[in-house]
T-cell receptor, first 112, second 115 residues
Framework: GENVEQHPSTLSVQEGDSAVIKCTYS??????FPWYKQELGKRPQLIID?????GEKKDQRIAVTLNKTAKHFSLHITETQPEDSAVYFC???????????FGKGTMLLVSP | DVKVTQSSRYLVKRTGEKVFLECVQD?????MFWYRQDPGLGLRLIYF???????EKGDIPEGYSVSREKKERFSLILESASTNQTSMYLC??????????????FGPGTRLTVT
């Protein structure tokens, strides 16, 4: 089955800096890669996703890049703000299934 | 607005008890999922359902069963609760169009403690 590795497990940045979280996946047939943000005590919510026919996608301060050859994808957050502090999960969906395999999460702390 | 609700936010049960966790979604989603979330382990899929009365095992189904009698409701059952099932349980739902994956909408979670 699919295996998703996520790094780093924790990330501390100063407000205004950029943050990058990286994930690798094992199943070359995976074709959907969402990122979820979970604030303390809240439910996970989708912040951005990308499909395998696209190399990069942006939404304001966040962007995701996908390298199918290397089987890795990354989340980029620019101009970080304290409200970006949360746990971020990457996930991958094998082709032919609607399930997701999640990474173990990255706790991002943005200090003012 | 999509709404996924779970029957309890906090639950305390004794070892050996039968436990029911219920999830309801109001978006007519075909797919429903049960995950458990543990620190450092992320979200792990227990079971999912792609239609009424249909169920598929996820990555960690041992000790759990599920029921989906109506499209909007998906129940997770712990037949005989054990202390290693103490965890946060999250329900989710999503559309299904062919075999493509779509955004999963999560419920608020149920913090289950088994003593």
């Amino acid at each position: 089955g699919e295996n998703v590795e996520q790094h780093p497990s924790t990330l501390s940045v100063q407000e205004g800096d950029s943050a990058v979280i990286k994930c690798t996946y094992s199943d070359s047939a995976s074709n959907y890669f969402p990122w979820y943000k979970q604030e303390l005590g809240k439910r996970p919510q989708l912040i951005i996703d990308i499909r395998s026919n696209v190399g990069e996608k942006k939404d304001q301060r966040i962007a995701v890049t996908l390298n199918k050859t290397a089987k890795h994808f990354s989340l980029h957050i620019t101009e970080t703000q304290p409200e970006d502090s949360a746990v971020y999960f990457c996930a991958a969906s094998p082709s032919g299934y609607s399930t997701l395999t999640f990474g173990k999460g990255t706790m991002l702390l943005v200090s003012p | 607005d999509v709404k996924v609700t779970q029957s309890s936010r906090y639950l305390v049960k004794r070892t050996g008890e039968k436990v029911f966790l219920e999830c309801v979604q109001d978006m007519d989603h075909e797919n429903m999922f049960w995950y458990r979330q543990d620190p450092g382990l992320g979200l792990r899929l227990i079971y999912f359902s792609y239609d009424v009365k249909m169920k598929e095992k996820g990555d960690i189904p041992e000790g759990y069963s599920v029921s989906r009698e109506k499209k909007e409701r998906f129940s997770l059952i712990l037949e005989s609760a054990s202390t290693n099932q103490t965890s946060m349980y999250l329900c989710a739902s999503s559309f299904a169009v062919g075999e493509r994956s779509y955004e999963q909408y999560f419920g608020p979670g149920t913090r289950l403690t088994v003593t």
